[in-house]
T-cell receptor, first 113, second 113 residues
Framework: DQQVKQNSPSLSVQEGRISILNCDYT??????FLWYKKYPAEGPTFLIS?????DKNEDGRFTVFLNKSAKHLSLHIVPSQPGDSAVYFC????????????FGTGTRLKVLA | GAGVSQTPSNKVTEKGKYVELRCDPI?????LYWYRQSLGQGPEFLIY????????DSGLPNDRFFAVRPEGSVSTLKIQRTERGDSAVYLC???????????FGNGTRLTVT
């Protein structure tokens, strides 16, 4: 049972344009969501998070949107840069649980120069 | 400051052997997580420690897998009677408290031949 899903395995975007990465979840108890970026041979690096009490969180070029009714979140990167090329994972946890984070399968973003 | 350190970075072992993977978390981080990542997949939760105790070990696949954190800092993941299906990257992460972003190490790539 995949509780966190990233249905797009890959995405290509032109440099300077917006990248939109999507994530869906099934567990309504999830209340804390994070996005991670991963380069080859490195561990995932934290990018941005959002609590379920908010519907938007912004940090520089990165914005995360949360739609609780649709159980959907998205990461917007604007403007996209070649250095953003990596695999992006969304993750979710439930405060009512044991704080373990469930990860999606990832989306490989390629930003074309 | 120093990040999460995992040793060894690579481990090749024969089927049936015993292996130990070590994780040094960021100093002062009370929460420590082990994940496993197979090719093309997202990190899969194995076990989570809060202090010295395992708060959630529901992700350990079977009784060949065991993890300890005796002094609330360094953790060791132990795998007995390794199988080829255990081949993966084993990721360790720590965080300063529950429901905080995880800081990952670069992982140990385990290959069982």
């Amino acid at each position: 049972d995949q509780q966190v899903k990233q249905n797009s395995p890959s995405l290509s975007v032109q440099e300077g344009r917006i990248s939109i990465l999507n994530c869906d979840y099934t567990n309504s108890m999830f209340d804390y969501f994070l996005w991670y970026k991963k380069y080859p041979a490195e561990g995932p690096t934290f990018l941005i998070s959002i609590s379920s009490i908010k519907d938007k969180n912004e940090d520089g070029r990165f914005t995360v949107f949360l739609n609780k009714s649709a159980k959907h979140l998205s990461l917007h990167i604007v403007p996209s840069q070649p250095g953003d090329s990596a695999v992006y994972f969304c993750a979710a946890s439930a405060a009512s649980g044991t704080y373990k984070y469930i990860f999606g399968t990832g989306t490989r973003l390629k930003v074309l120069a | 400051g120093a990040g999460v350190s995992q040793t060894p970075s690579n481990k090749v072992t024969e089927k049936g052997k015993y292996v130990e993977l070590r994780c040094d978390p960021i100093s002062g981080h009370t929460a420590l997580y082990w994940y496993r990542q197979s090719l093309g997949q997202g990190p899969e939760f194995l076990i989570y420690f809060q202090g010295t105790g395992a708060a959630d070990d529901s992700g350990l696949p079977n009784d060949r897998f065991f993890a300890v954190r005796p002094e609330g800092s360094v953790s060791t993941l132990k795998i007995q009677r390794t199988e080829r299906g255990d081949s993966a990257v084993y990721l360790c992460a720590s965080s300063p408290s529950q429901n905080s972003p995880l800081h990952f190490g670069n992982g140990t790539r385990l290959t069982v031949t």
